[in-house]
């Protein structure tokens, strides 16, 4: 057993000893929206928090469709309608969102608070934390009856907008502010029927406490009440390097931690799952290995359900 698999194991334990996962301490989340747990499967009344008063609006009411450019994206590497089928990379997330999945919706979601949200992250930055999120958001997306909402939730250093091609619009941000902007103002849809987008919005140098306050508990809290058929996806920065990366994790289910192979120290990783040690599912994903005929190009480590 490598160090990193008993630093996981060991996290696991401190988590079961310390009375099972942790997300919201219950006050809060009873305060947020009037619900105990017991009656976390039980659809909220409509229009209670996303800023939509009195009908409900559908979580994708935008007018405009994103038309973002799949030939472009799989010459990058990308997962996309445009790929070759069999591709490796195809195939890889075929095996890496398999759990995600089981974990959400199947007989694996059991006692995972909102487990149809999922943190991207990393230890440092560029271990590929949008490149994931892109592409099991594609990958999900792409399947006849799924549908993915993919968040950037690095609102320090966005992406996801620029790397689809996509213009900047009011994004999360905005919403967290919380000026007369609805829900329904910041999600986009794309010209992938399954894949609907929220921009980070404008940089705001008080960010880290937009995302603690209670409209960004009540926000993840929502979507998995009133969407527990849809996977929510959210890019995040680095661990490592702010509070804000724990701070999303502690709203989510199942955390996705991205490893960028022969890089990463195993200090720091042992830091990062150190970081999660209360997140109901951790899952590590070996990232940019080098690609042989027996090896392959992307791995996972699993602990917790
Ligand atoms: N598996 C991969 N195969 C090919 N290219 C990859 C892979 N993973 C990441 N990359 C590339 O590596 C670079 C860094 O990846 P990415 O932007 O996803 O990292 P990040 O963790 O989101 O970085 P940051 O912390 O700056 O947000 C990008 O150019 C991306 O396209
Ligand atoms: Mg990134």
């Given amino acids: 057993m490598s160090i990193i698999e008993r630093a996981l194991n060991k996290a696991k334990d401190e988590r079961h000893k310390s009375g099972g996962p942790i997300g919201f301490p219950n006050e809060i989340e009873k305060s947020v929206s009037g619900l105990d747990n017991s009656s976390l499967d ?68 059991v006692g995972i608070n909102r ?10 930055p560029g271990e590929g934390k949008t490149f994931t999120a892109i592409n099991l958001a594609l990958s999900i997306a792409n399947e006849r009856d799924k549908k993915v909402l993919l968040i950037d939730a690095d609102v320090a250093r966005p992406s996801i907008s620029s790397v689809l091609g996509i ?49 960004m508990i009540q926000l ?11 996977m929510v996806i959210f890019d995040s920065p680095p661990l490592l390097a702010a509070t804000q990366g724990e701070v999303l994790a502690g709203l989510v289910g199942q955390v996705v931690l991205v490893v960028e192979a022969e890089k990463t120290p195993q ?3 042992m830091a990062s799952v150190n970081k999660l040690v209360f997140c109901d599912v951790v899952l590590l994903l070996l990232n940019k290995t080098q690609k042989n005929e027996d090896a392959s190009y992307y791995g996972y480590g699993l602990y917790g359900h």
Avoid at 182 to 205: E, Q
């Fill in 220 to 230: 993840a809290q929502e979507l998995s009440n009133r969407y527990p058929d849809r």
């Fill in 115 to 124: 487990s149809n949200l999922i943190l991207v992250t990393s230890s440092i």
């Fill in 42 to 109: 039980t659809p909220m009344p409509k229009g209670m928090l996303l800023g939509v008063t009195e009908k409900e609006k559908p979580l994708h009411n935008t007018k405009e469709i994103e038309n973002i450019n799949w030939d472009k994206l799989a010459e990058l590497g990308f997962v996309t309608p445009a790929s070759n089928t069999d591709s490796q990379a195809i195939e890889e997330y075929r095996n890496i969102k398999r759990p995600l999945i089981n974990n959400a919706f199947g007989v694996g979601s």
């Fill in 267 to 269: 200090s720091m990783i």
């Fill in 167 to 215: 213009k900047s619009t009011p994004g999360l941000i905005e919403y967290l502010e919380g000026q007369n902007v609805k829900f329904s103002d910041i999600v986009l849809k794309t010209n992938m029927p399954g894949l609907n987008i929220i921009p980070s919005g404008k940089l705001h140098k008080h960010s880290t406490e937009l995302l603690t306050s209670n409209r």
